[in-house]
Structures are given as C-alpha cells and as structure tokens.
C-alpha cells in the first residue's frame, strides 16, 4: 500500500535536546512538506521541498532543519534553539500543486 | 503575504446543512484546497478549486469567486462523524507553496 508515514507517534524528550522526526513516502511524490500545528490552530509551514537535493524555508523555519538526499525521506530536526518545540507536527507529500498527503503525525512534549 | 479567513466554530444539527466560508487575500492564486481534521488525525482532502464555481462531491460542495476572493464548504446531510476542523488552503504558484487557515471547529448535534 502506497502512503506517507511519520514516526514515531509520540515523543519525549528534555529541554536543550535536538531531536528528529521521520517521514517517508512511496507515493513517488516529488513535493514534501512540514507543518506545526498547536492546539485550536492552522498548519504553519515549517520547511517544504520541490525535489531532491533541494529544500525551502517556511513560515516558521527558524529553530528547525531538514535534509533532503532521498525523493522518499524529508526528515526534520527541532534544534534546541526552538524556543516552543511542543507541537503537533505533520509531513505531507504531493505532486506538483495537487493535494498534499500527510502522514499521521508525531506529537512532540519538550519538558 | 496571504491572509485566510475562517469562522472559528459552527454548530449544526444532524440532518442539516451548512456552509463554512473562507476569505482569502494573496496574490499568485493557483487554487483553493479544502481538508477535513478529524481531532488528533492527519488532515484528509475533500475539494480542490480551480476556476469559479460550484464542484460538487457526493454530500460535499465547494464554491469559489476568484474575484471576490470567497470560498465555501457546503455539507448536507449531516452526519455525527461530519463534526471535524475544516481547513481551507490557498496555494500560491509564486511561492510554490499553500498556506492553511485556522480551521473552523464544526459540532454535528444529535
């Protein structure tokens, strides 16, 4: 079966710790993204990337990382220069300007 | 920059129909998505516009004026697992990228 997924569902981790949250597709999408979303809002952009290789800052970039070296895999890193880290966090793929997939999400506490 | 528009929460009762609107302003408008959140769950599509007009999807609607910068969601009748977020979205070619509203809350009543 053809999906996006995300791992792992929750996680914990303490204050001044980097951590990074997986996602991978097998839907051959070439666009991939990530979105924070806090409780009673929107998605905020975080980081998005058209192919491989090559990646775009968000709304929201500043404390967060990615890489893209595989079409399937855009993981991102919460840094610890991320002063609010504890968020719902989604990745979605899609192609080209079609609707975006997403993944089932990771929910990140920082204590 | 874009600005999304949203009514924060509707109420409805099972049976019914209703209407979310979203107000958008951007400039490099290629389409307007709409999504359903069901709480704690992944968002999942529900419509795309294009062009002007009425695209209709079953128990779902959804209407876009370009040129008055509105869209619509209409659901009829409702149903229990019809109460979700719905978020709109606007993609922006020149940016290559869609920025979401707040989502509005929809509460189905018995």
Redesign the interface.
């Known amino acids: 079966d053809g999906g996006i997924t995300q791992s792992p569902k929750y996680l914990f981790r303490k204050e001044g710790q980097n951590v990074t949250l997986s996602c991978e597709q097998n839907l051959n999408h070439d666009a991939m993204y990530w979105y924070r979303q806090d409780p009673g809002q929107g998605l905020r952009l975080i980081y998005y990337s058209q192919i491989v290789n090559d990646f775009q800052k968000g709304d929201i970039a500043e404390g967060y990382s990615v890489s893209r070296e595989k079409k399937e895999s855009f993981p991102l890193t919460v840094t610890s220069a991320q002063k609010n880290p504890t968020a719902f966090y989604l990745c979605a793929s899609s192609i080209g300007t079609n609707e975006q997939y997403f993944g089932p999400g990771t929910r990140l506490t920082v204590t | 920059g874009q600005n999304i528009d949203q009514p924060t929460e509707m109420t409805a009762t099972e049976g019914a129909i209703v209407q979310i609107n979203c107000t958008y302003q951007t400039s490099g408008f ?2 307007l ?1 709409w999504y359903q959140q069901h709480a704690g ?5 529900l419509s ?1 516009n294009v062009l002007d007009g009425l695209e209709e999807k079953g128990r779902f609607s959804s209407f876009l004026s370009r040129s008055k910068g509105y869209s619509y969601l209409l659901l009829k009748e409702l149903q229990m697992k019809d109460s979700a977020s719905y ?1 709109c ?1 606007v ?1 922006n ?1 020149n940016a ?8 509005t ?1 929809l509460t189905v009543k018995p």
């Open positions: 290629n389409g998505f769950e992944a968002p999942t599509f795309y978020l979205a993609y070619t290559g990228k869609s920025t979401f509203g707040d989502g809350t």
